[in-house]
């Protein structure tokens, strides 16, 4: 029995730290190796990359013995820095026993129920209306994301309220990665802005805010409490779920719309399938009322559909990450050592050849609008997979659908260049799951049809 080839081993354990940090979310894809799963010598730890999709369904298959709690449970104490008390907590039931993690295993189901389709109201998405103007795109989708995501889940008392706790939030999270690295040391910004984010939280939740907000923040709250966390570090524990509501949608938003305005006929597309979802009435004072079926989305609208499926293989580079609890043999073929790594790039999965035809490197909704060839379903992992699915899947698939669909009835969007400029992403952290463009597009907005500015909009759930 032998464990998977090693590579990158030119000067042991230096050479794989120094090509992660050059390629940063692109390592994995540029050490593409044509082996089902290779060894990484890492200081102080054996991590084994899994390329093979037969071997991702058989990683995902052995959930206590390849564990996620472990991986989840550290990522968060580093994240949040929560009180010793806490830490005991989560420790005990994470790194105890194959089978426990309990904590951390048993707030995904809790959540999930509240994660599921139509679980969230949409009232606050109305889009502001806009004056004509010039602006940053992904800026401005930022922006207005942001408020749009955060009233919805956590209601009138949302805390994203107040500019310093947006601002602070993307300070937090422009230094994350040394926090989650253990690295706080080059971290000052993100823990400042970490204890303000904290601190308006922690009010927020003493002063009851969570029972006026989405059924998710109720529920984090009430799984947190009875697991006898204090308050202090339930609002700690926030920050993590902030991250995962905000940082992936907002991008991902942002790369739709951008390949949807940058194709004139994809556009065309778009807004004729939304128009179908669109209902116009009169409001009791008689005013135009046009409301949006948000179930429509999903189901009608074939090509908006397959852009945000297409954004998510081209765009995301999320990988999932195990730990060896155990001994334990592969697939009856390969030794995982107990104390190591698992880890399944997405990326890998999504720019292979093999699996998505020649133009694997390019857009192109339309292999989802009509697939050429078979897709094993382990080779999409956008939302990763297994014992870690991304429980925010459907939500954030409901909000970027809502939003794009607002926008594109509602807005033109002209690049100021005259062209559309394909942005980069060779500045985003590694732990982006959906990277952030590098520089940002200047666009000139304006309402599509006169008298636009007085309409009114709406969304509905069916
Ligand atoms: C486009 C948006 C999103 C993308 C691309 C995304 C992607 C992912 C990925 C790749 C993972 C890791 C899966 C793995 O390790 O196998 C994950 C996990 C997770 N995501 Fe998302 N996500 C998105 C939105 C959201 C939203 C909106 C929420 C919450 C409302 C959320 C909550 C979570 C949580 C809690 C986990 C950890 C799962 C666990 O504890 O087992 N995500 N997501």
Redesign the pocket.
């Known amino acids: 029995a032998t464990e998977p080839l090693i590579v990158a081993c030119g000067i042991p354990f230096f050479t794989p730290i120094y090509w992660m940090f050059r390629k940063k979310t692109n390592f994995y894809v540029w050490l593409r190796y044509h082996l089902p799963i290779y060894t990484l010598r890492l200081p102080g730890v054996r991590m084994y990359v899994v390329n093979s999709t037969t071997l991702i369904t058989a990683v995902q298959r052995q959930n206590k013995l390849l564990a996620?709690a472990p991986i989840?449970v550290k990522a968060a104490i580093r994240l949040a820095s929560p009180s010793k008390a806490t830490i005991n907590i989560l420790e005990s039931e994470a790194f105890g026993e194959i089978g426990s993690g309990e904590y951390?295993n048993m707030?995904?189901k809790a959540?999930q129920t509240q994660?599921s389709p139509g679980s969230v109201e949409f009232q606050d998405m109305a889009l502001a209306s806009r004056q004509e103007r010039m602006f940053g795109l992904y800026q401005w989708i930022r922006e207005d994301m942001v408020m749009s995501i955060t009233n919805a889940v956590y209601g009138p008392g949302n805390p994203f309220k107040y500019s310093y706790v947006r601002e602070g939030f993307w300070e937090f999270e422009s230094r994350m990665m040394y926090l989650l690295l253990g690295l706080s040391a080059l971290a000052k910004g993100s823990i400042r802005a970490r204890e303000t984010i904290v601190e308006s939280f922690r009010r927020y939740y003493a002063s009851n805010g969570h029972r006026s907000g989405a059924g998710?923040t109720r529920t984090r709250y009430e799984y947190n409490a009875k697991n006898q966390i204090p308050l202090e570090d339930i609002a700690r524990f926030e920050l993590g779920?902030m991250v995962?509501?905000i940082t992936?949608?907002v991008p991902?938003t942002f790369w739709v719309v951008y390949h949807i305005y940058s194709d004139p006929a994809l556009l065309e597309a778009c807004r004729n399938e939304v128009n179908g979802e669109t209902c116009e009435t009169n409001d009791p004072e008689g005013r135009k009322l046009r409301t949006i079926c948000l179930s429509g989305l999903e189901n009608s609208c074939p090509s908006l559909m397959a852009v945000v499926k297409e954004v998510?293989r081209l765009h995301?580079v999320?990988t999932?990450?195990r730990r060896v609890m155990e001994d334990h043999m592969l697939s009856g073929k390969y030794l995982l050592k107990k104390g190591s790594i698992v880890t399944i790039p997405?990326q890998v999965q999504h720019s292979d050849k093999a699996i998505w035809g020649q133009d694997a490197g390019q857009f192109n909704h339309e292999r989802f609008l009509t697939p050429a060839r078979h897709i094993p379903p382990s080779a999409f992992?956008?939302?990763?997979?297994?014992?870690?699915?991304?429980?925010?899947?459907h939500?954030?698939t409901s909000m970027?659908l809502a939003f794009t669909a607002m926008l594109i009835m509602r807005f033109d969007f002209v690049p100021v260049r005259g062209t559309w400029p394909r942005p980069t992403t060779e500045r985003a952290g590694a732990w982006e799951?959906?990277p952030q463009p590098d520089e940002d597009i200047e666009v000139q907005i304006g309402f599509r049809n006169i008298g636009e500015k007085h309409q009114r909009w709406a969304f509905s759930l069916f």
């Not at 990763?384 to 429980?391: A, D, F, Q, T």
């Open positions: 996620f989840k951390a707030f995904h959540i994660l998710i779920g995962a509501l992936n949608i991902t998510l995301t999320g999932s990450v997405g992992r956008a939302f990763g997979g297994g014992v870690s699915l991304c429980p925010g899947r939500f954030a970027i799951v959906t």
